[in-house]
């Protein structure tokens, strides 16, 4: 995905209003493939610089930012397949731009700047952009950041999504994605992030909710 005109919006809301915000999908939005009636797990490893440039920037509102993740879903183990993505930001608007990969993969290409021997399900073009951004900032990892995820998209129209966040852990140690067990909450339980993703103005009734 390389679009640039999707608006994402995060909101912290408590039990109650995720509740009713819930309660006011019914018929508005469906669960996608993974969520089915319960959440599931997104797991990531954010980079930066050494001096933490990247976070220093973003937030500092500028016109243009970056920033580079892995990020893997369900329980992961050394085996699994995972996502490599740059993440873009313009005056608001976001680009994703993201590879498929092994883990194994994708230390190597972030610790020794080398692409990995091709495969089916890499995407070349996107690898190489990845590349270049390792080399222009020397990128390490910097911040695990695992949570359970539900999603829901507007009823015959895909460019609504909604997100529900809980159980947020997040650690500057230990940067291994299959890890899941250690680390910091975020916010407590009784709190989720809510985001608004979308490729157009929102609907009368989300606007209303």
Same mark, same amino acid.
């Given at each position: 995905?390389?679009?640039?005109?999707?608006?994402e919006?995060?909101?912290?809301?408590?039990?109650?209003?995720?509740?009713?915000?819930?309660?006011?999908?019914?018929?508005?939005?469906?669960?996608?493939?993974?969520?089915?009636?319960?959440?599931?797990?997104?797991?990531?490893?954010?980079?930066?610089?050494?001096?933490?440039?990247?976070? $220093?920037?973003?937030?500092?509102?500028? %016109?243009? +930012? #970056?920033? /580079?993740? @892995?990020?893997?879903?369900?329980? &992961?183990?050394?085996?699994s397949?995972?996502?490599?993505?740059?993440?873009?930001?313009?005056?608001g608007?976001?680009?994703?731009?993201?590879t498929?990969?092994?883990?194994?993969?994708?230390?190597?290409?972030?610790?020794?700047?080398?692409?990995?021997?091709? $495969?089916?399900?890499?995407?070349?073009? %996107?690898? +190489? #952009?990845? /590349?270049? @951004?390792?080399?222009?900032?020397? &990128?390490?990892?910097?911040?695990?950041?695992?949570?359970?995820?539900?999603?829901?998209?507007?009823?015959?129209?895909s460019?609504?999504r909604?997100?529900?966040?809980?159980?947020?852990?997040?650690?500057r140690?230990?940067?291994?994605?299959?890890?899941?067990?250690?680390?910091?909450?975020?916010?407590?339980?009784?709190?989720?992030?809510?985001?608004?993703?979308?490729?157009?103005? &929102?609907?009368?009734?989300?606007?209303?909710?």
């Amino acid at each position: 995905m390389s679009t640039f005109n999707r608006l994402e919006n995060k909101y912290v809301i408590n039990q109650q209003q995720y509740e009713m915000i819930k309660s006011a999908f019914q018929n508005h939005m469906i669960p996608d493939q993974f969520t089915d009636g319960h959440s599931y797990l997104v797991s990531n490893i954010y980079y930066d610089t050494e001096d933490n440039m990247l976070i $220093k920037k973003s937030v500092s509102k500028p %016109v243009f +930012k #970056e920033k /580079l993740r @892995l990020r893997g879903y369900g329980k &992961l183990n050394q085996d699994s397949m995972v996502f490599l993505e740059i993440k873009m930001k313009i005056e608001g608007s976001t680009g994703k731009r993201r590879t498929q990969l092994s883990i194994d993969d994708a230390e190597m290409l972030i610790k020794y700047q080398q692409l990995p021997d091709l $495969k089916p399900y890499h995407h070349l073009q %996107v690898l +190489k #952009e990845i /590349l270049y @951004l390792i080399k222009k900032y020397p &990128l390490k990892p910097a911040l695990f950041l695992s949570y359970e995820r539900e999603a829901f998209y507007e009823n015959n129209n895909s460019d609504l999504r909604i997100t529900f966040d809980h159980d947020i852990i997040t650690r500057r140690y230990d940067f291994d994605i299959t890890k899941r067990d250690e680390g910091t909450p975020m916010i407590d339980n009784t709190h989720y992030i809510m985001e608004i993703k979308t490729n157009h103005n &929102l609907p009368m009734w989300l606007t209303e909710v």
